[in-house]
């Protein structure tokens, strides 16, 4: 079974401070990461993925995420946080050969204050 | 434009009332698949079809029903709804070629009376 978990509901930053969303995951095998970005009333918006490679993964609108093996994480992470920010925030994940469906964590909550 | 469009956006219904929620997309993917998301659950997959004529279960199934008569269209289809179906509905494709990310639609709001 493939799971990923997102322990914070909601994450509180101010405008211009570095934001870090969490997120690990559970997998046999190797996994597919991504993260996904909903704006209120709107679909999911891809934000980043990694598949393989640099552990590094740079994705849209300045955001990146890490990928640490030894701690089953790929958290969401971002220099500095706008306001427009805001939004709910999904982790995903597949496991290479087990198929193509995408298996959500909860969802995290951006809050970003000015 | 490549998108993924999904109709009705918003739908009220009542109990046992058959509706059917359409999903096009425009990019010839093989893979597309039906998700619900609920508070506090994030999305689930509830049928997924690897190309045409060829449909599975996903985590979630009961209830509903799919088709996939052409490569672009994948209508769900829920012929007795109930209030515990009243949810956000996304539909979402992909390419098999490749390790590429799935596209979603814009969602379906319904409500089940």
């Known amino acids: 079974a493939q799971s990923v978990a997102q322990p914070e509901d909601q994450v509180n930053v101010a405008e211009g401070n570095p934001l870090t969303v969490k997120c690990t995951y559970s997998?046999?095998?190797?996994?597919?990461l991504f993260w996904y970005v909903q704006y209120p009333n709107r679909g999911l918006q891809f934000l980043l993925k990694?598949?393989?490679?640099?552990?590094l993964v740079k994705g849209s609108y300045g955001f990146e995420a890490e990928f640490n093996k030894s701690q089953t994480s790929f958290h969401l992470k971002k220099p500095s946080a706008l306001v427009s920010d805001s939004a709910l925030y999904f982790c995903a994940v597949r496991a290479f050969g087990s198929g193509y469906a995408l298996n959500f964590g909860k969802g995290t909550s951006l809050l970003v204050t000015p | 434009e490549a998108q993924v469009t999904q109709n009705p956006r918003y739908l009220i219904t009542v109990t046992g009332k058959k509706l059917t929620v359409t999903c096009s997309q425009n990019?010839?993917?093989?893979?597309m698949s039906w998700y619900r998301q609920d508070p506090g659950l994030g999305l689930r997959q509830i049928y997924y079809?690897?190309?045409?004529?060829?449909?599975d279960k996903g985590d979630v199934p009961e209830g509903y029903k799919v088709s996939r008569k052409e490569k672009r269209n994948f209508p769900l289809i829920l012929e007795s709804p109930s209030p515990n179906q009243t949810s956000l509905y996304f539909c979402?494709?992909?390419?098999?070629?490749?390790?590429?990310?799935?596209?979603f639609g814009p969602g379906t709001r319904l409500t089940v009376l």
């Open positions: 079809s690897m190309n045409v004529e060829v449909t």
């Open positions: 997998v046999s095998g190797n996994p597919y």
């Open positions: 979402a494709s992909t390419p098999l070629a490749g390790d590429n990310e799935q596209f």
């Open positions: 990694y598949i393989t490679g640099d552990n």
């Open positions: 990019m010839n993917h093989e893979y």
